[in-house]
Nanobody, 114 residues
């Protein structure tokens, strides 16, 4: 089982990034897919999730700016991040949560700075 995040980087405040998380070795469509983030010195926090049926949930801090989506045919979940703020700086992780232990990716760094 492998989840691999990509798409992180350095962006100016107000900018956008699109994160991707590609899964292999799992029946991707059977999992609720999550994005978490962890800033330096802070606890890991939930950013958003999307269920197998496409229902979405967002943390209040990202509502209206981030959009989670999934493409089961590509075994990929996305996080479109718009209007990025310095407080969005963190390592972003995707996670597949369903039956059995959660599966985690290795993370991708997002830095928001002018």
């Amino acid at each position: 089982v492998q989840l691999v995040e990509s798409g992180g980087g350095l962006v100016q405040p107000g900018g956008s990034l699109r994160l991707s998380c590609a899964g292999s070795g799992i029946i991707f469509s059977g999992y609720t897919m999550h994005w978490f983030r962890q800033a330096p010195g802070k606890e890991r926090e939930l950013v958003a999730f999307i269920t197998t049926g496409g229902r979405t949930h967002y943390a209040d801090s990202v509502k209206g700016r981030f959009t989670i989506s999934r493409d089961n045919a590509k075994n990929t979940v996305y996080l479109q991040m718009n209007d990025l703020k310095p407080d969005d700086k963190a390592v972003y992780y995707c996670a597949a949560i369903g039956a059995g232990p959660a599966k985690w990716g290795q993370g991708t760094q997002v830095t928001v700075s002018s």
